[in-house]
């Protein structure tokens, strides 16, 4: 039986198939995940702790996800025993929906994190130092998603960037907020709290960077993780 | 050739060994990531900035093994195309060495931490607080990577266990600190650095106890995780 027998044709395309579908379990799962991050960002600035519950609760929600993508995963490599390309999509996967599932528990903590601000009485001003790096962290975590819907290893390179600006950004913000609890030591339980929710959105950054960097290890097949930024566009010849 | 061949047996014995190669480099990993965590509490607890910035310096190691075992577990999976048993090792350890690699994060935190806390003066009675914590995490990193070394099911249950204990006494500690500050705003400052070094040892524990559901998840072939402990004691028929 010759490569193109339709026997191989149909196997090989089963098996495309199966590839895709497993990528597009992994956008939905992303998908899930945006807006269980988005979610828990509106309840935070809009005191909305109904909202805030449902984030809490929904977090199984991923778990179940992150299970059941990683177990067909392990079924491709078995039944498939993928080489190259394929090989290496799968090793991504496997580690992409590991980030996610991190990234959910932190949006899990904002949801919780806003019901005790609710229950404390802390005014929503508190909250609103957190609205811009919410924004900054929510659209990294999108364009990371999309360069790997994409396989767009330009756009994970920029991706990554955005980082640096997510890092400088959440310090600022601790520097303020321990300011703030030193001119008014009252304050410093509710301070503490929005303190953690800056560290879950700089966390969750941090987790979009990985999966920008998965995006550039399946491209051009080479760990890229722990090297600096400008060896980076150096190892990949790219002057964007 | 049938499969009691001399060259099958050399190659199932080659595979044999390549497999115990990786296995050998995994838990040297875990040794160095130890010594980091276990240098990075020695540094705090005696205020020494000499090995607080020595840790710092040597997290590079710990990252460098992380990617030469990735695509070492990456090329046996395109040249042995393991299934099995030996398929769940490999995806085991891509996963165990993330985790491994997250701890050497936590201890590089501790360093530079503990060098920020000298540099400002702190008294080292914040730091004697960490001493119980940093003992439990410790032992419980050691018994995971133990678990480990030996697919030692009923010990990786056990080790879970603990972090409910490393939780909770991460809880207290903190409510402690924010007295403390409450107490005295001037010590603010310090008193987060020392409430950092205190998440960072309790997200080694988290890394610890995803190593023991690994273990579980080679020995048994079921992914345990986001499964309540009790729940997990029923799905492998253990009463210990």
Redesign the interface.
Same mark, same amino acid.
């Given at each position: 039986m010759n490569s193109e027998s339709p026997l191989s044709g149909h196997i090989s395309k089963r098996f495309d198939s199966e590839l895709e579908d497993i990528r597009n379990r992994v956008l939905e799962m992303g998908g899930l995940v945006e807006t269980q991050v988005n979610s828990g960002l509106q309840a935070l600035l809009h005191s909305d702790s109904k909202l805030a519950q449902q984030v809490a609760d929904g977090d199984?929600k991923v778990? !179940?996800m992150?299970?059941e993508i $990683?177990?067909h995963c392990?079924q491709i /490599? !078995?039944r498939r025993?993928p080489? !190259?390309g394929d090989? #290496?999509l799968i090793?991504a996967i496997? +580690?992409t929906i590991?980030d996610l599932e991190r990234i959910g528990d932190q949006a899990e903590k904002l949801g919780r994190l806003e019901i005790e601000l609710t229950e404390e009485g802390a005014s929503t001003s508190s909250f609103v130092k957190l609205e811009h790096l919410g924004e900054r962290v929510a659209k990294m975590l999108h364009r990371s998603l999309d360069a790997f819907a994409r396989m767009d290893d330009k756009a994970a390179l920029k991706t990554i960037k955005k980082d640096f600006k997510i890092n400088e950004e959440y310090d600022d913000l601790s520097r303020q907020l &321990?300011t703030f *609890? *030193?001119e008014d030591? #009252?304050t &410093? +339980?509710n301070a /503490?709290r929005v303190t953690w929710c800056a560290r879950a959105l700089e966390r969750i950054g941090d987790h979009a960077r990985n999966i920008c960097e998965y995006v550039l290890y399946m491209v051009h097949g080479k $760990?890229i #993780?722990?090297i600096d930024y400008d060896d980076l566009k150096d190892q990949i010849n790219w002057d964007g």
């Open positions: 199984y778990n !179940a992150e299970v $990683d177990e392990v /490599l !078995a025993q080489t !190259a090989l #290496r090793v496997l +580690k590991t &321990i *609890m *030193m030591p #009252r &410093i +339980k /503490l $760990d #993780r722990h």
